[in-house]
């Protein structure tokens, strides 16, 4: 086992510690190496079944808390319980733990617990299926954009369609994550309903599948006939705003500057 870092702020040498991980697509060329090293101290590593599946040996001599979907309090309430051992724990989420990962479901449960100030978390930030799909497609976030997930299994759908609406009023890029899954059918074409009241048909619509990883799919479409692309819930779905371009095989969207 690795000795303990330096201290560092409050955080005695032996207590418990939990860092909270984005692996980005899943491949290691986007790990970045503060990921790596979090991954590297820890003892413990707790996430998702498929997300740990993809650190491969990187887990080899560390004990795994692996569960599947629907578990995500239960693995962070554990991930805590380690740390307030005196564990060194890595909290594992794909892309950006920030940003639908499992940062502030650790934070909340940290302060529920009143183990806020006794466990030191550090956050690691991780490339997100944003940008990683974005830069498959070219340059379409090079101005103003929303990220929005059509799941609505923790977000009434009614809140979801309010922010399609306002986001496509504003005339924001718009990425969706989680746009279709097996039992999710009809959201994505409601979501094409609503922001086809503010926005061209013609707009341009990025499709990435397996962002970043093995396997990568990109299709460059637009706002009427994008939904005859096979997107489910591995993909990324990145529609432009009103100046939007396709440039060749590229997607982009200018940022203003004179040519």
Known sequence: MQEDSPKRGNRSLGQGHISIVGL???????????????????????????????????????????????????????????????????????????????????????????QDRTIEVEIVPGVTAATAAAAALGAPLMHDFAVISLSDRLTPWETIARR???????????????????????????????????????????????????????????????LSLPVDMLSTVIIGNSQTQILGKWMVTPRGYEL
């Not at 959201?187 to 094409?192: D, E, H, K, T, V």
């Not at 396997?215 to 006939?225: M, R």
């Open 164 to 226: 399609l609406s306002l986001a496509a009023q504003g005339d924001f890029v718009i990425v969706l994550y989680n746009p279709k899954s097996q039992s999710r059918t009809w959201q994505l074409s409601r979501a094409q309903e609503i922001i086809l009241q503010y926005r061209s048909p013609a707009t341009p619509v990025g499709v990435v599948r397996r962002a970043g990883r093995p396997g990568q799919q990109v299709w460059i479409s637009d706002l009427a006939s994008f």
């Open 24 to 114: 980005g697509p899943g491949g290691p060329q986007d790990m970045t190496p503060r990921a790596t090293e979090a991954l590297a101290q820890a003892e413990v590593v707790v996430g998702y079944r498929p997300y740990v599946a993809l650190l491969g040996e990187m887990t080899t001599s560390k004990e795994v808390v692996a569960t599947g979907m629907t578990k995500e309090v239960e693995r962070c309430q554990e991930a805590v319980r380690r740390a307030a051992r005196g564990q060194k724990v890595a909290v594992v989420s794909s892309g950006d733990a920030g940003i639908y990962g499992m940062a502030g479901l650790v934070l909340q449960i940290l302060h529920q617990e009143g």
